[in-house]
């Protein structure tokens, strides 16, 4: 298994609500925070954030023959 990071730059004037919501958005979008500092004289915080994810094989062909099996009452496997 592989693993995205990205980060997220706050300014901690704007306040804890604006960085929970941030947060809780890239929860949704299956993003987990790995860790927050603050950085320069404290008035802004980094969020590290990591998503897991797969390579996966496309085979347009075997997908395009499930599909058509479902449409006719097929399983598709």
């Known amino acids: ?3 995205k990071t990205k980060f997220l730059v706050f300014d901690v004037n704007n306040g ?3 960085v929970v ?9 299956g993003w987990q925070l790995a860790s927050i500092i603050a950085v ?5 915080l980094v969020a590290f954030l990591t998503k897991s994810w797969e390579d996966t094989i496309v085979n347009p062909e075997e997908d395009q023959k499930k599909n058509i099996s479902k449409l006719w009452g097929g399983s598709g496997d």
């Open 40 to 44: 320069g004289d404290g008035n802004h």
């Open 16 to 18: 804890p609500k604006t």
């Open 1 to 3: 298994m592989k693993h």
């Open 21 to 29: 919501d941030s947060l809780n958005v890239e929860g949704e979008a």
